[in-house]
């Protein structure tokens, strides 16, 4: 369980270090994120948005994770910043699939929960 925590935490912090290489990592081939705007994200489309995205703090609470076998489902809530300005809060469902020695994330889903 606390490598499913450890690989979300490492996600977050490949996107606010814009670092692709970690996130090539985490991120499963099959992967696919639906959006809080109810878009369906491609593994792909992250990849290739990431070097051109914001710069902002992303900082996780509420984090309730579940082991079902080699499943890990994390919910949580995620709030971006830029500055000491708060940007939004999203609640998000992540899962990740245990396979090869390490966590790979499969599946997100954002929902709005507050934005400035």
Avoid at 35 to 64: F, N
Wanted: proline share 3%; aromatic share 6%.
């Amino acid at each position: 369980m606390a490598g499913a925590l450890l690989a979300e935490e490492r996600w977050v912090e490949a996107f606010e270090e814009l670092d692709s290489k970690a996130l090539d990592c985490i991120l499963d081939p099959a992967f696919m994120d639906t959006s809080w705007q109810g878009e369906l994200i491609s593994r792909e489309q992250v990849m290739q948005s990431l070097p051109g995205r914001p710069g902002a703090t992303l900082k996780l609470s509420d984090l309730d994770p579940r082991l079902v076998g080699d499943v890990a489902i994390v919910r949580g809530i995620n709030t971006q910043g830029q500055g000491s300005r708060v940007v939004g809060s999203v609640r998000f469902v992540d899962v990740f699939l245990y396979r090869s020695g390490r966590w790979h994330a499969v599946s997100a889903q954002e929902s709005l929960i507050g934005r400035r």
